[in-house]
């Protein structure tokens, strides 16, 4: 079936240093979202985005943090500057609509802030 | 607020044995219930979902979930489980009137023995 692709699968940074992690909706998908995984422990939400614009954001979703979809390209989530503990998997989702049996997961990147 | 709760961080059963991993939700009122899992190095896939109606709802490779309202729990079954099966299992719910985010349990590691 139709994927989401997450560019890098994993990146190694220097803490301070900014990072923008890559993802690649399904085509016709409308809705797109960012979860952060802390190893061993569950997905947590961090943002949703529609129509160019970001609809929630969760306490974890850090004033470091930002989301765009630049003219139906890649939907980005940067981290400038990061942080020991944003070491994390980070995955993307996207949904054609807002309901959550819609979702494609992503298979995630593996941050690492050293 | 709403939260899900997955008791059991892992569970071990030996191949060809039955299985339920547990979940539980706290809303007042009947969420949309779902089970992904989780292969290793990939993204979530979906296992199955719960909307309405038949409190027993079937999912993909003979997994099956129980919706209970009176105990708050939306169990995963399944009768004989292969060792393809080991992953993490992830319980999440959703609320009707508000598509826009998904809350996941803190998953359920399953080991199948052979």
């Known amino acids: 079936g139709p994927k989401v692709l997450q560019i890098p699968s994993h990146q190694i940074i220097d803490m301070g240093q900014m990072v923008t992690l890559n993802c690649d909706p399904v085509?016709?998908?409308?809705?797109f979202y960012w979860y952060k995984q802390i190893l061993g422990q569950q997905m947590e939400f961090l943002v949703n985005?529609?129509?160019?614009?970001?609809?929630?954001k969760s306490k974890l979703f850090k004033d470091q943090f930002s989301v765009e979809r630049p003219d139906g390209s890649y939907f980005t989530l940067k981290i400038q500057p990061t942080a020991l503990e944003d070491s994390a998997v980070y995955f993307c989702?996207?949904?054609?609509?807002?309901?959550?049996?819609?979702?494609?997961f992503g298979s995630g990147t593996r941050l690492l802030v050293i | 607020a709403q939260s899900v709760t997955q008791p059991d961080a892992r569970v071990t059963v030996s191949e060809g044995a039955s299985l339920q991993l547990r979940c539980k939700y706290s809303y007042s009122g009947t969420p949309y219930l779902f089970w992904y899992v989780q292969y290793q190095r990939q993204g979530l896939q979906l296992l199955l979902k719960y909307y309405s109606g038949d409190p027993v709802v079937q999912g993909v490779n003979g997994f099956e979930a129980e919706f209970s309202k009176s105990d708050s729990s939306f169990h995963l079954r399944k009768a004989s489980v292969h060792w393809s099966d080991s992953a993490v299992y992830f319980c999440a719910a959703s609320i009707p009137t508000g598509g826009y985010k998904v809350v996941f349990g803190s998953g359920t590691r399953l080991l199948v023995s052979p």
């Open positions: 085509s016709n998908h409308l809705y």
């Open positions: 989702a996207s949904s054609l609509t807002d309901r959550a049996s819609d979702y494609t």
């Open positions: 985005f529609y129509n160019g614009k970001v609809m929630e």
